[in-house]
């Protein structure tokens, strides 16, 4: 078996959306499902593209508002937080409801719609 290990900075130096996990009796760091998206974000459209992407949002159905708002207000990339933000929306999942919108200036909201608010300067 074949693994790839990575990291990204997107998320500061926080622990958050890193879990342990047992593969083949050894302990390892993974990602959550949360962490993870946004790191396949950070990684686009170089490493995957944000079509496949958003194919993916679409099956997140169960990912935890808890974990993905500390997740936002950590991540430094600002493409990252719009472009989950934007597809989540798009997707209309259940748990995107429950964010707190207000708390970054990434994403609070002014006015306008939800597509100007999200992808501002990445169009």
């Known amino acids: 078996m074949t693994t790839r290990y990575s990291t990204t900075a997107a998320s500061g ?29 950070l990684l686009a459209p170089a490493d995957y593209s944000f079509m496949n992407s958003f194919y993916i949002m679409e099956m997140l159905t169960t990912l935890r508002p808890k974990m993905v708002q500390p997740l936002l207000e950590n991540c430094s990339s600002v493409k990252v937080k719009r472009m989950f933000l934007y597809m989540a929306e798009k997707a209309g999942h259940q748990w995107f409801k429950a964010l707190n919108l207000e708390n970054d200036e990434c994403f609070a909201i002014h006015g306008g719609t939800a597509i100007n608010l999200f992808l501002k300067d990445l169009l």
């Open 13 to 41: 130096e926080k622990d958050t959306g890193i879990e342990n996990m047992t593969v083949d009796g050894m302990e390892v760091l993974v990602s959550a499902p949360e962490r993870a998206f946004m790191e396949c974000l």
